[in-house]
């Protein structure tokens, strides 16, 4: 083979293996960081996977800010104007955070009867009775100005908006 | 009437640039030289006119005009005068106009330091830059006017600029960063007009490489500002979220290493033409779709504003025009190139070719998972978010398979070099940094570290192979200092840039493994030691700003019983936009920053929830940033650039005299 072509195909044969070894990569990467987002309703309804990392988004739902006398542990409810699903998070909230605004919640579904722990810091005194199905987030985003929403959550609730006006 | 004005002048620099567009172009294409003449002239004028009517909506936010729609919805009488000067781009509109200021700039600054060029070449990078300007300027004219009126109903006061931007950062963040972002247009321009002419030559690489190199230096530089801006404005303490707009600025950013890169073979070697071709065009491509995701709005992100899809659609258009033109006049016009000369696998040449595919490979991942929310809600597929770790660990192992032959780089020789060379001259300071590697994480006082260990032999080797390069340039008549003092500009660049690269590997990985942060109720008087550090909360008080009110906080940090700092966090809130937003307390060292940050208050007893961290070696990520840049500039004055011209200058009075 000419010298040339044969240096030619080692650059191709290596950018090949190498570029392959980087999908390879990327593939595993992606199976494990990627998370999707469900809407309140999806929740409530048994749609999302228990235990998996995935984002619920919607409004906070006005007087349902819980707070831990001990702990930074907070709890509120998140809803799609549909159903509303309750959040729990421990650590410092956003600054944009308030009830009645928007807000994305990145984390684990947790069942509160199998599994029992996790949730046992909201005060008992309270009265709020421990809800089956909670988010353990491990983030919580909110809008960062006065205009902006994030696009899932605000087409969750578009969505919402038109199947309420119009059932069909 | 300012606003009219500034309005008009853009409108003029409108009309001027499509006339740079045509005119000049197809002057080169008809010999048409006093065509090409113009071009120079046309470009430095829609330079003025920009700067015009930038300087008009400046003028607008600095009076208070809120009869201008964007200075009412982004300034307020309170707000202080630097920060009025930087609400000009802090909102879509005015970014944009800056935006194009900038390119206008670059344009002109082209046109006027490039009179050595031949004018048919000179010619078509104007035209091609004068292209893209008309995309900007006609994208700011008919979709985000800048100096719209609100008339007759002009507001009292202003609605006041987002407190997260009002911050000294972010007064030359954006303009930096859009320095980096157009500067590649130049780049760009470049290779469309090598493409044109159909003549890629060493010549060619010459001209564009102090251009690409500049451009290069303040996309670092913007970087490290934006990343230093979220570390003390955001107030989580974190310096990279992987977030789609700090990707946006990082794929040009990575595209144009690789470029920088490439353009030193092409220049020194006449090898790659057709690569760096592509390099160039997928640089400022890239540039492209990082202003379409930000300005779009279609991605979830912190720095998104509130836009609406016709803006987005307008740059998507633009986008594909530009990406598409030019891949298909790269694909009519390359097969023509060829490379005649062959280089061996060890070799200088067989190196940076591996820079270069590291480098595409990691934009291309990061673009992938940038894009992946995109595609997958595009396919109905449900909408995805790909997390920080992705990032991590993609691109943390192609950066580690880059290091090794990084240190080899500056030791090795063009065309043809061997194995044995390398080993014969690397295997003693590579015994060096492995067992520094071993020793030096002990000195952190955290215990052994591997992740740690592995960065300080990376970056021990980077600048090993840096130290024994320069030890191969002395010879045994020259003294050290004149040694030093001999070598070109191009040189130190690259020993700064390589140098700030390993300072920034080790301070990342530092950083990462030794952090601390918790996050805390405190009381006054409460008591946290974190890291060996005491932090005490002394108290809270009310302070009131120019346009806010704050709850201050004071915390005593000792070590050991003696007192090292006094830090004084805040929460304040804002009163045109009653925004709350949290200005965290750094005590910054060399070696170690102490970081304090308010939550929200909790419970009754005046309790707040508060952030503390301890982050060793942050600073050197931006220290090493900023040698990076400062390295990239030092290459734009190699006397080479400049030697260029005057042969030339001299070799065309040699023609004169001879005729």
Same mark, same amino acid.
């Given at each position: 083979?000419?010298?040339?072509?044969?240096?030619?195909?080692?650059?191709?044969?290596?950018?090949?293996?190498? &570029?392959?070894?980087?999908?390879?990569?990327?593939?595993?990467?992606?199976?494990?960081?990627?998370?999707?987002?469900?809407?309140?309703?999806?929740?409530?309804?048994?749609?999302?996977?228990?235990?998996?990392?995935?984002?619920?988004?919607?409004?906070?739902?006005?007087? &349902?800010?819980?707070? &831990?006398?001990? &702990?930074?542990?907070?709890?509120?409810?998140?809803?799609?104007?549909?159903?509303?699903?309750?959040?729990?998070?421990e650590g410092i909230l956003p600054d944009l955070f308030a009830e009645g605004e928007g807000v994305v919640a990145s984390g684990r579904l947790r069942d509160s009867q199998s599994t029992g722990s996790g949730l046992a810091l909201i005060e008992a005194g309270s009265g709020v009775s421990l809800p089956t199905v909670a988010l353990i987030a491990d983030e919580v985003l909110a809008k960062h100005d006065e205009n902006y929403m994030p696009p899932e959550v605000a087409e969750a609730l578009?969505?919402?908006?038109?199947?309420?006006?119009?059932p069909l | 009437m300012i606003a009219e004005l500034g309005h008009f002048a853009l409108i003029l620099a409108l009309v001027l640039a499509c006339l740079l567009a045509c005119v000049p172009l197809w002057g080169s294409w008809a010999r048409h030289y006093a065509a090409m003449r113009l071009a120079p002239a046309l470009a430095i004028s829609v330079g003025l006119f920009c700067l015009i009517s930038f300087a008009c909506l400046t003028h607008a936010f600095l009076n208070d005009d809120f009869s201008v729609k964007v200075v009412a919805s982004n300034s307020n009488s309170l707000l202080p005068t630097v920060y009025k000067f930087s609400a000009v781009w802090g909102n879509h509109e005015g970014s944009l106009l800056l935006w194009v200021l900038i390119l206008s700039l670059w344009m002109a600054a082209v046109a006027l330091f490039s009179s050595d060029l031949p004018t048919p070449v000179l010619a078509r990078v104007l035209a091609v830059m004068g292209a893209i300007a008309v995309g900007f300027l006609s994208f700011s004219l008919f979709t985000s006017n800048p100096f719209e009126r609100l008339l007759p109903a002009v507001p009292a006061d202003g609605s006041d600029l987002n407190p997260l931007l009002q911050d000294p950062g972010l007064i030359i963040h954006p303009p930096l960063l859009y320095m980096g972002y157009v500067g590649f247009s130049v780049a760009f321009a470049f290779a469309v007009a090598a493409l044109l002419s159909g003549r890629l030559d060493a010549a060619w690489a010459r001209w564009s490489r102090p251009w690409t190199n500049a451009a290069w230096g303040f996309l670092s530089l913007g970087i490290m500002l934006g990343s230093w801006w979220a570390y003390y404005e955001l107030g989580w303490g974190g310096w990279w979220f992987w977030d789609p707009v700090e990707n946006a600025s990082f794929m040009p950013w990575l595209a144009g290493t690789a470029l920088v890169?490439?353009?030193?073979?092409?220049?020194?070697?006449?090898?790659?033409?057709?690569?760096?071709?592509?390099?160039?065009?997928?640089?400022?491509?890239?540039?492209?779709?990082?202003?379409?995701?930000? *300005?779009?709005?279609?991605?979830?992100?912190?720095?998104?504003?509130?836009?609406?899809?016709? /803006?987005?659609?307008? =740059?998507?258009?633009?986008?594909? =025009?530009? =990406?598409?033109?030019?891949?298909?006049?790269?694909?009519?016009?390359?097969?023509?190139?060829?490379?005649?000369?062959?280089?061996?696998?060890?070799?200088?040449?067989?190196?940076?070719?591996?820079?270069?595919?590291?480098?595409?490979?990691?934009?291309?991942?990061?673009?992938?998972?940038?894009?992946?929310?995109?595609?997958?809600?595009?396919?109905?597929?449900?909408?995805?978010?790909?997390?920080?770790?992705?990032?991590?660990?993609?691109?943390?192992?192609?950066?580690?398979?880059?290091?090794?032959f990084m240190g080899l780089g500056p030791v090795s020789r063009w065309r043809d070099d061997s194995v044995? *060379?390398? /080993?014969?001259?690397?295997?003693?300071?590579?015994?060096?940094?492995?067992?520094?590697?071993?020793?030096?994480?002990?000195?952190?006082?955290?215990?052994?570290?591997?992740?740690?260990?592995?960065?300080?032999?990376?970056?021990?080797?980077?600048?090993?192979?840096?130290?024994?390069?320069l030890r191969a340039r002395k010879r045994a008549s020259i003294a050290w200092w004149r040694l030093l003092t001999r070598q070109p500009a191009s040189y130190w660049g690259m020993v700064l840039a390589h140098c700030g690269f390993a300072a920034v590997t080790v301070s990342v990985v530092a950083t990462t493994q030794y952090s601390v942060e918790r996050d805390v109720?405190?009381?006054?008087?409460? *008591?946290?030691?974190?890291?060996?550090?005491?932090? =005490?909360?002394?108290?809270?008080?009310?302070?009131?700003?120019?346009?806010?009110?704050?709850?201050?906080?004071?915390?005593?940090?000792?070590?050991?019983?003696?007192?090292?700092?006094?830090? *004084?966090?805040?929460? /304040?809130?804002?009163?045109?936009?009653?925004s709350l937003m949290t200005e965290a307390a750094i005590d910054a060292s060399l070696f170690r920053d102490l970081y304090v940050a308010m939550g929200e208050r909790v419970g009754d007893?005046?309790?707040?929830?508060?952030?503390?961290?301890?982050?060793?070696?942050?600073?050197?990520?931006?220290?090493?940033?900023?040698?990076?840049?400062?390295?990239?500039?030092?290459?734009?004055?190699d006397r080479r650039y400049r030697a260029v011209r005057e042969r030339r200058t001299m070799t065309i009075s040699a023609h004169a005299s001879a005729h």
């Open positions: 083979m000419h010298p040339v072509r044969r240096q030619r195909l080692w650059v191709v044969v290596s950018i090949v293996l190498f &570029s392959s070894a980087a999908v390879g990569l990327v593939v595993y990467a992606l199976r494990q960081n990627i998370n999707l987002f469900y809407p309140p309703a999806d929740v409530v309804a048994g749609k999302a996977p228990l235990n998996t990392p995935i984002r619920v988004g919607g409004m906070v739902v006005e007087g &349902s800010l819980v707070r &831990s006398n001990e &702990s930074l542990e907070v709890r509120f409810e998140v809803t799609d104007f549909v159903e509303s699903v309750t959040v729990v998070y578009n969505k919402n908006a038109t199947a309420a006006i119009d | 890169h490439s353009l030193a073979v092409t220049e020194k070697r006449g090898l790659f033409k057709s690569w760096t071709v592509l390099l160039a065009l997928s640089a400022f491509s890239l540039s492209l779709l990082g202003t379409f995701l930000v *300005r779009s709005g279609v991605l979830t992100s912190v720095h998104a504003f509130a836009s609406d899809p016709e /803006r987005g659609l307008f =740059i998507l258009v633009f986008l594909a =025009i530009v =990406i598409g033109g030019s891949l298909s006049l790269y694909a009519v016009r390359v097969p023509a190139v060829r490379n005649p000369i062959g280089f061996s696998f060890v070799s200088r040449e067989a190196l940076l070719l591996l820079n270069n595919v590291v480098f595409l490979v990691a934009t291309l991942t990061v673009l992938f998972g940038t894009l992946f929310p995109l595609l997958m809600d595009a396919l109905g597929k449900g909408k995805y978010s790909v997390g920080a770790p992705y990032f991590n660990a993609v691109f943390i192992p192609l950066m580690a398979l880059l290091v090794p044995h *060379r390398w /080993r014969s001259r690397l295997l003693l300071p590579a015994a060096i940094v492995s067992s520094l590697a071993v020793i030096l994480p002990f000195l952190f006082g955290h215990g052994f570290n591997l992740w740690v260990a592995l960065a300080i032999l990376c970056a021990g080797w980077v600048i090993c192979g840096l130290l024994d390069d109720r405190m009381a006054p008087g409460d *008591r946290q030691v974190l890291a060996g550090y005491e932090f =005490i909360f002394d108290k809270t008080e009310r302070l009131r700003g120019p346009n806010y009110l704050a709850d201050a906080a004071s915390f005593r940090v000792e070590k050991d019983g003696s007192s090292i700092a006094t830090l *004084r966090p805040e929460k /304040r809130r804002y009163f045109a936009s009653s007893d005046g309790a707040w929830a508060i952030r503390l961290h301890y982050k060793p070696m942050v600073r050197w990520m931006w220290l090493g940033a900023s040698a990076m840049a400062l390295g990239a500039f030092c290459t734009v004055f």
